[in-house]
C-alpha cells in the first residue's frame, strides 16, 4: 500500500465518523468522548465543533505521514474502521423502523 493511500483511507474514515456521530446526535446518544463534547460545546453549533475535530484529526493524520508515521496512520486506520463499523451496528441495532424490527429472511430480526 503507497504512503498516500493511508491518509486517503484515514480521511474517509473520519468523513464516515463523523456521518455516524451526526446520526448517533440526531437519535439522542450524547457524544462519549469528552474532548469532541467540549468542542461541540464551545463551537458556534455541534456540527461545526464535530467537523473541526475531525479537521484537527485529518492535520494530525498528515503529520504522521510527513514525520514518516505511516504504520502509526495504519494503525489508526485500523481503530478507526473498527468504530464506525461498530457505530454502524449500534446504529441498526437501535433502529426503530419497521424493516430492523421485522423478521427478515436471513437476519432473523433484531429485537
Not at 483511507?9 to 439522542?28: K, P, V
Not at 461541540?40 to 505521514?65: E, H, I, N, R, T
Amino acid at each position: 500500500m503507497t504512503h498516500s493511500s493511508h491518509i486517503v483511507q484515514f480521511t474517509y474514515l473520519q468523513a464516515l465518523d463523523l456521518l455516524t456521530t451526526i446520526a448517533f446526535l440526531l437519535n439522542g446518544v450524547v457524544e462519549g468522548n469528552p474532548m469532541v463534547r467540549w468542542s461541540m460545546a464551545v463551537a458556534p453549533d455541534p456540527v461545526s465543533g464535530l467537523f473541526a475535530v475531525k479537521a484537527a484529526a485529518v492535520g494530525l493524520g498528515l503529520y504522521c505521514l510527513r514525520v514518516g508515521k505511516e504504520k502509526l496512520l495504519s494503525r489508526m486506520n485500523i481503530f478507526f474502521a473498527a468504530l464506525v463499523a461498530w457505530n454502524l451496528v449500534c446504529l441498526i441495532a437501535s433502529s426503530q423502523s419497521p424493516i430492523a424490527n421485522s423478521q427478515l429472511p436471513g437476519l432473523g430480526g433484531f429485537h
